[in-house]
């Protein structure tokens, strides 16, 4: 199973090969077009995958999505303190990944965008954007 793959992977430090340099460092508020295609750095298991790096700050609440008509997009991201997060699908039978995080320490954290088969090339977009009415913002007090 494709998920259990990646995790053993994210656990093992194996799901970023030394070998793929960062394209682009993001932003909150960015939005960036890519595209996977054969000339790409791959995962272990056949996936191309384009890696961009983020810049973040312990607490920080940011939300990452790639949509994409072309690929069932799947993102990963890892970074200090061992943190590591991914995802295939936004919400159920959608094609489109999202991450919702909560960076645990500062520093520079590693996005990877790919697909969930392997082989898949295609146009995508990453949109980071800073999400401070994520699920971990503390509930309103009753007025």
Known sequence: MKTSTLLAALALGLSIPAVADAQQVLRPGMTISGQLSPGDARLNSGEFMDVYELDGRSGDRLTVLMTSGAV????????????????????????????????????????????????????YQIAVVDAPGAPWAAPRAAA
């Not at 991914?86 to 965008?113: F, K, Q, T, W």
């Open 72 to 123: 069932d997009s799947y993102l990963m991201m890892d970074g200090p303190g061992g943190f590591s997060d991914e995802n295939d699908d936004a919400e159920s039978g959608d094609l489109d990944a999202r991450l919702d995080v909560r960076l645990p320490v500062s520093g520079r954290y590693r996005i990877v965008a790919t697909s969930f088969a392997p082989g898949e090339t295609g146009a």
